[in-house]
């Protein structure tokens, strides 16, 4: 589990790196539970002796299969609000998939605070340029700019901001 920070010391860490995940293994069982709810079975992720024919020499995991692991590598390695009483999802400025992830490879994230701003009395706006890792490999499987909403008792809020 990540560290915890108060929303009265967000704003020091802006500019930072603010964590790093554990490893998550990618291997074919997800990649095939992913293709189900996805319906997207092209064999590059779901054949491995058809995948085994191409430059990869195997299967890889879909890109989107690797961003929506997002959500659990920031709770594992970006920092948690500590008045925090839900978060949302808000979307991306960009997404690139740089590098595909191999069957059986572990990725990791890695997050930067870009930027941190208060919306309205009751929920402060984060913005993360978090770039996943894939172990033993130079490239990323992506880099994003990811932004999420954090929600929490206007009472908390703090002061000056």
């Not at 319906?39 to 690797?66: N, S």
């Not at 979307?91 to 941190?116: M, N, Q, T, Y």
């Amino acid at each position: 589990m990540a560290s915890e920070i108060s929303l009265a010391d967000i704003r020091g860490i802006v500019g930072t790196e603010v964590g790093v995940s554990g490893w998550i293994v990618v291997d074919q069982a997800r990649i095939d539970r992913f293709a189900d709810a996805t319906d997207d079975h092209q064999f590059i992720h779901c054949d491995p002796a058809r995948a085994a024919e191409t430059p990869f020499g195997g299967t890889i995991a879909h890109g989107f299969l690797t961003l929506s692991l997002l959500s659990a590598l920031s709770f594992d390695g970006a920092p948690q609000i500590r008045e925090q009483t839900m978060g949302i999802n808000y979307g991306f400025d960009s997404v690139r998939f740089l590098s595909p992830v191999k069957v059986g490879a572990r990725v990791r994230g890695r997050f930067l605070l870009a930027e941190a701003r208060f919306r309205g009395a009751h929920m402060l706006m984060l913005t993360y340029d978090v770039t996943v890792e894939i172990e033993n490999e130079k490239k990323p499987a992506l880099t994003a700019r990811w932004m999420t909403i954090i929600q929490f008792d206007p009472r908390d809020r703090p002061e000056g901001s």
